[in-house]
Antibody, heavy 118, light 106 residues
Framework: EVQLVESGGGLVQLGGSLRLSCAAS????????MTWVRQAPGKGLEWVAN????????FYVDSVKGRFTISRDNTKNALYLQMNALTAEDTAVYFC???????????WGQGTLVAVSS | SYDLTQPLSVSVALGQTASITCGAD??????VHWYQQKPGQAPMLVIY???NRPSGIPERFSGSNSGNTATLIITGAQAGDEADYYC?????????FGGGTKLTVL
């Protein structure tokens, strides 16, 4: 059974840092692109970042470039999102999801909440 | 990058057909995927590559993509279909989601 379990969310101060993790199981993790998608309270889905199966290519939405870093450890079946210089606009539930290149996100985690306080 | 335009809300009577649109310039040239999200839950894929249903998704969900509009169609809507629906596609700059449509089943 495919499972994606996010962790690492919480309350953080404005300008602070947080590292999210996503533990994957039930599939060949190293064969899939992995993605972070976020959803601010009461708002829609927003793509945050993608990473290639071998970790070699990474893509980000403009609003997080230079502040967030996506990474993965295929030996641990784990995906990460290092978030620095957090702003109130980063407050959201963060989901990890898997996909193949230019294909849909067929499995999603349940999400982890990040709240940035002033 | 692409902007995908969805109506904020759509209402449908129980058992009738609901259509949720996703508009963008020449969207027919891209594959569009659709997700259902219920309150407090993660999104779930209901249609991929315009018109294909993943395993386990009821046949009442279908899709089309023509010209500047992709459409999610729910035939014989049920109370359990009440949810937010998002279209999504890939772009050269990354991934794009539509703003989402709240489907209300009356």
């Amino acid at each position: 059974e495919v499972q994606l379990v996010e962790s690492g969310g919480g309350l953080v101060q404005l300008g602070g840092s947080l590292r999210l993790s996503c533990a994957a199981s039930g599939f060949t993790f190293s064969s899939y692109w992995m993605t972070w998608v976020r959803q601010a309270p009461g708002k829609g889905l927003e793509w945050v970042a993608n990473i290639k199966p071998d970790g070699g290519d990474k893509f980000y939405v403009d609003s997080v470039k230079g502040r967030f870093t996506i990474s993965r450890d295929n030996t641990k079946n784990a995906l990460y999102l290092q978030m620095n210089a957090l702003t109130a606009e980063d407050t959201a539930v963060y989901f990890c999801a898997r996909c193949l290149w230019w294909e849909p996100f067929d499995f999603w985690g349940q999400g982890t909440l990040v709240a940035v306080s002033s | 990058s692409y902007d995908l335009t969805q109506p904020l809300s759509v209402s449908v009577a129980l058992g009738q057909t609901a259509s949720i649109t996703c508009g963008a310039d020449n969207v027919r040239s891209r594959n569009v995927h659709w997700y259902q999200q219920k309150p407090g839950q993660a999104p779930m894929l209901v249609i991929y590559r315009d018109k294909n249903r993943p395993s386990g998704i009821p046949e009442r969900f279908s899709g089309s993509n023509s010209g500047n509009t992709a459409t999610l169609i729910i035939t014989g809507a049920q109370a359990g279909d009440e949810a937010d629906y998002y279209c999504q596609m890939w772009d050269t700059s990354g991934v794009v989601f539509g703003g989402g449509t709240k489907l209300t089943v009356l």
